[in-house]
């Protein structure tokens, strides 16, 4: 499994912990230093059946700058 994780975030350290003490193996990546792809973006968008929304951290501040809240649903899936 890959873990992609932002070293910082409380959430991500909860989960990790989480994996570690149940025995879950997986590899760890962190995202500031490892984006992911745009294939790997389209894959797991297409297989998780969710909304293009859950896609992006709607309260982080780069987010808020480029005001994604109101361009996203006029905006292209590519």
């Not at 879950?24 to 294939?39: F, G």
């Not at 709607?58 to 808020?64: Q, V």
């Not at 005001?67 to 996203?72: A, C, G, P, T």
């Amino acid at each position: 499994m890959l873990f992609i994780q932002y070293p910082k975030c409380t959430t991500c350290k909860r989960a990790k912990a989480w994996l570690d003490e149940n025995g879950v193996e997986y590899t760890d990546r962190n995202i500031k230093e490892q984006n992911p792809t745009y294939d790997e973006l389209k894959l797991w968008y297409e297989k998780s059946g969710l909304p293009l929304k859950k896609f992006f951290n709607t309260s982080g501040m780069l987010y808020k700058e480029m005001s994604l809240k109101d361009k996203l649903p006029d905006m292209s899936e590519e």
